[in-house]
């Protein structure tokens, strides 16, 4: 397993814009498939976005899909959430999560995820 740490969170206005990060500790970091989550209290974990370890496949929630862009950089061993015209609705406790997968192999299912990070907070004002 690699280490996540993710960065990047805030407070952010309605239609606003913020990328998030996910640094990751270990070079293995290249053979992992990333997925970005998010939980708000008193609601379960949901899925965001999720990318093949080559960055070629990805797949977005539907209520994220035009707004948000997931990538991964091997070399810099990070990967990131690029989430562009932010509604409130989009407050939450964003997590990254990774784990070892084979080519164009990805997920949704939080449960295929081994590594997670912490969470860093993204609230969206109104």
């Known amino acids: 397993q690699v280490q996540l740490a993710e960065s990047g969170g805030g407070l952010v206005q309605a239609g606003g814009s913020l990328t998030l990060s996910c640094a990751a500790s270990?070079?293995?970091?290249?053979?992992?498939?990333m997925g970005w989550f998010r939980q708000v209290p008193g609601k379960e974990r949901e899925f965001v976005a999720s990318?093949?370890?080559?960055?070629?496949?990805?797949s977005y929630a539907d209520s994220v899909k035009g707004r948000f862009t997931i990538s991964k950089d091997n070399a810099r061993v990070t990967g990131y959430l690029r989430m562009d015209n932010l509604k409130p609705e989009d407050t939450a406790l964003y997590y990254c999560?990774?784990?070892?997968?084979?080519?164009?192999?990805?997920?949704?299912?939080?449960?295929?995820?081994?590594?997670w990070g912490q969470g860093t907070q993204v609230t969206v004002s109104s």
């Open positions: 999560a990774g784990a070892a997968g084979d080519g164009y192999y990805t997920s949704n299912n939080e449960a295929d995820f081994d590594s």
């Open positions: 270990g070079r293995t970091f290249i053979n992992y498939y």
């Open positions: 990318i093949s370890r080559g960055g070629t496949r990805t």
